[in-house]
């Protein structure tokens, strides 16, 4: 998940159209109340009841929820003879058909069944749309991390240190000499050893992984893919071409294991796995919610319709708890919006962990 504001407006035609412009921090969207004119994303879920106008970043910022439907209506409704909250909706739809289009990118475009996975709605926006996108495209579960707004970042304080170098060596597979290809990885391999050396971050031992951009003879495209240290030092391209006719079938649904393969490039990661922190566990509760994670009942749009929807405080939850759906988790940066028939349960880490409704 992207966390932008995108413009929302008409295309030529007549048709409702929602990015790819963003309207940036200043003036931001039109219920951000700094001059923005604009219908956003976030105005849409104002005006939804899926924001709250009063929590907004832990309740530092008010939103005007008026601007946004001022804007929603000279913009898109009034022009396609629509009401405010048909136009609310129509935006939404298409966000999220947007953003299931990325995640099939990721994974339908390689050959996955997007089916298989949980999806993981990090930013300030995703968790609000994720649950959505999920039904979109038959997810059954969705995980919201800690703190989503600073997802990335948490990120890199769990990601190794790592040195990736490429050298394009154009050679038939059948015609590899692994002498060659030896003092090749040999002299990259030392590069990410000595960067990692002159560093002054503390890893333990390292690792070196080796790959092959790999093709058959005749092909525009080129397939990436790890190659096990011992098809080197066995010298065996049979099973290097084994591997190349595997993985193509993963990927492609196709192989040709009687068709020779060429090399186009030599690539090796260096590795040095970092000293990881630790997270904090949270106390643990009952299903039900503690009395204080409980914020208020408001109405909000689900399907066209406005449905009774208690808001909680995420800090406030505790490990075990349980929440039906529609339901809205608010913290300082994110909202989490749980649609009706949906379920969340809050692991020990704080993680909100959600089954989708209607998915397999």
């Known amino acids: 998940m992207v966390d932008v504001e995108i413009h929302d407006g008409i295309a030529e035609g007549g048709a409702l159209h929602v990015g790819p412009e963003s309207a940036g921090a200043m003036p931001g969207p039109a219920c951000y109340g700094q001059g923005g004119q604009e219908p956003t994303i976030t105005d849409a879920n104002l005006v939804l009841g899926r924001l709250s106008a009063e929590n907004f970043l ?5 939103l005007d929820s008026g601007a946004a439907e001022r804007a929603l209506y000279a913009k898109i409704a009034a022009p396609l003879g629509m009401n405010i909250i048909d136009a609310a909706n129509g935006i939404i739809d298409i966000a999220v058909t947007k953003m299931s289009y990325a995640v099939k990118a990721v994974t339908t475009a390689r050959g996955l069944d997007v089916g298989d996975f949980m999806m993981v709605a990090y930013g300030g926006a995703g968790p609000l749309h994720a649950t959505a996108v999920a039904r979109e495209l038959g997810i059954a579960r969705v995980l919201v991390p800690r703190a989503p707004g600073h997802f990335s970042a948490c990120g890199m304080l769990f990601s190794d240190l790592r040195y990736d170098y490429v050298q394009t060596r154009f050679t038939k597979l059948a015609e590899l000499h692994f002498a060659e290809f030896e003092d090749i990885f040999g002299r990259l391999e030392a590069k990410g050893r000595d960067a990692i050396a002159q560093t002054r971050v503390r890893t333990q031992s390292l690792h070196v992984m080796r790959s092959l951009d790999i093709r058959y003879v005749g092909q525009e495209h080129l397939v ?19 591997l190349f006719d595997a993985e193509h079938e993963r990927r492609y649904g196709t192989s040709a294991p009687a068709e020779p393969a060429e090399i186009a490039s030599l690539r090796t990661a260096v ?72 379920s969340l349960n809050v692991d020990a880490l704080g993680n909100l962990v959600i089954a989708v409704g209607g998915t397999r």
């Open 58 to 62: 832990g309740g530092e910022m008010r």
């Open 224 to 242: 990436t893919m790890d190659v096990p240290m011992e098809c080197f030092t066995n010298e065996d391209r049979t099973a290097i071409k084994q």
């Open 271 to 342: 590795t040095g796995p970092l000293v990881k922190p630790t997270f904090e566990r949270l106390a643990r509760g009952g299903e039900a919610p503690p009395r204080d994670a409980s914020r208020d009942m408001r109405q909000t749009c689900f399907a066209g319709r406005f449905l009774d929807t208690p808001a909680f405080d995420r800090a406030a939850l505790l490990s075990g708890n349980r929440i039906a759906g529609p339901a809205l988790i608010e913290e300082h940066a994110s909202t989490t919006v749980l649609m009706p028939g949906d």
